[in-house]
């Protein structure tokens, strides 16, 4: 039975003592009680970047989950401050797949292997979220969460995945909705069978040594609506794929091979009528690409003309960003100013494009006022 908001307090007040985690007693008691508070409200537990331990957990965390069993959401990732990291490990991965009923999971960068891992991922109550990426799961916490992870939407990416774990996640049913498997080395055959086997719809599979092959492979997918990527081995014959895709709402291809025929086939497709695209992201600075190229001018005369539909639609406000834009880059100022046209990314700016960070998005606003 939950407890009750003054026997909470107590509660909290009274556990708070007995926690292990130095962080939490002596730097900032006063942020971690606040957490607990608000999570009473919003069901959603979010400890980042608080110096959690596993004996922290243990002693307090997990017990509070339980007596609340209606936090179903539970946030221990940690940010880009490299001070107070949570640091969970196997034994707070275990201890958490053992004792919760959570749905929603997230602990990137936590110092997980594929002893917790595995752990994890025979928990089926994590049904709608788990973000276990920046950790080290290997192959073998790969293949178990390929197995038996029911999770709709899978961060994995920064795990030491190769190739044989990656075809186990790849053929999981359960991922419906999105899988980040980036920063791993799965190579071409997981990109193959990504489009034979997953149904996600969203799909980040950039800096995983994918060549032409997997990248045409993904351009055929019959669900993904978002792909990025990026940091691969792709070049134009990949980019005249995904051009031909009708359902690809968001493209992120940037540091790659795409030449002006590729991105001429990106300008062409995205003109006809039944495209769905509204946000590509490409280099111009790879392959030759300049202010004369026909790829880069058609691209930008599609945006402007475009431009109008998506407001009315209040959609998202940016439909290209060409990196190397900038004028401290060495963009050509003419192609800046045709994706400016009528202001296009001043206003309402959507921040969750690919994951874009608060500053990130502010820096992008900034540059292009």
């Not at 031909?244 to 590729?262: F, K, M, Q, V």
Request: hydrophobic share 40%.
């Amino acid at each position: 039975m939950a407890l009750d908001q003054h026997e909470i307090k107590e509660s909290i007040e009274t556990k708070l003592l007995a926690i292990k985690g130095e962080f939490l007693i002596g730097n900032s008691p006063e942020r971690f009680r606040k957490a607990l508070r608000e999570a009473l409200s919003t069901k959603v537990l979010c400890l980042c970047n608080m110096g959690v331990t596993s004996e922290d957990l243990i002693a307090f965390i997990i017990p509070f989950l339980n007596e609340n069993p209606d936090i179903l959401d539970l946030d221990l990732s940690n940010g880009t401050s490299r001070r107070d990291f949570n640091q969970i490990g196997d034994a707070g991965a275990i201890a958490l797949a053992r004792d919760t009923k959570l749905t929603r999971l997230r602990v990137s960068c936590n110092r997980i292997g594929a002893a917790g891992g595995t752990a994890i991922a025979h928990n089926p109550y994590v049904t709608t979220e788990l973000d276990i990426s920046r950790n080290d799961l290997g192959d073998e916490g790969a293949i178990a969460l390929g197995v038996h992870s029911k999770a709709s939407f899978l961060n994995v990416s920064y795990n030491n995945i190769g190739m044989a774990g990656g075809m186990a996640i790849a053929r999981n049913p359960y991922l419906k909705t999105a899988l980040n498997i980036s920063w791993n080395k799965v190579g071409d055959d997981v990109a193959k069978a990504l489009v034979e086997y997953s149904k996600v719809i969203s799909l980040d599979i950039s800096f995983a040594e994918i060549s032409d092959e997997g990248g045409i492979a993904l351009a055929g997918h019959p669900r993904l609506t978002r792909a990025n990527v990026s940091d691969n081995h792709i070049g134009d014959p990949t980019a005249q794929a995904f051009a031909l895709n009708p359902r690809i709402t968001h493209l992120e291809a940037r540091s790659n091979y795409i030449g002006n025929e590729g991105v001429l086939a990106l300008a062409n497709g995205a003109s006809a009528e039944n495209s769905a695209l509204i946000w590509l992201r490409i280099n111009k600075h790879v392959r030759g690409l300049n202010e004369a190229s026909p790829g880069l001018l058609a691209l930008a005369a599609v945006s402007a003309q475009r431009a109008p539909a998506f407001k009315k639609k209040n959609s998202v406000q940016a439909f290209a960003f060409l990196s190397g834009t900038h004028p401290r880059l060495g963009g050509d100022s003419s192609i800046l100013t045709a994706f400016k046209q009528d202001k296009l990314f001043h206003k309402d700016l959507i921040s969750e494009v690919f994951g874009f960070s608060e500053e990130r998005v502010s820096a992008f606003k900034y540059w292009l006022r």
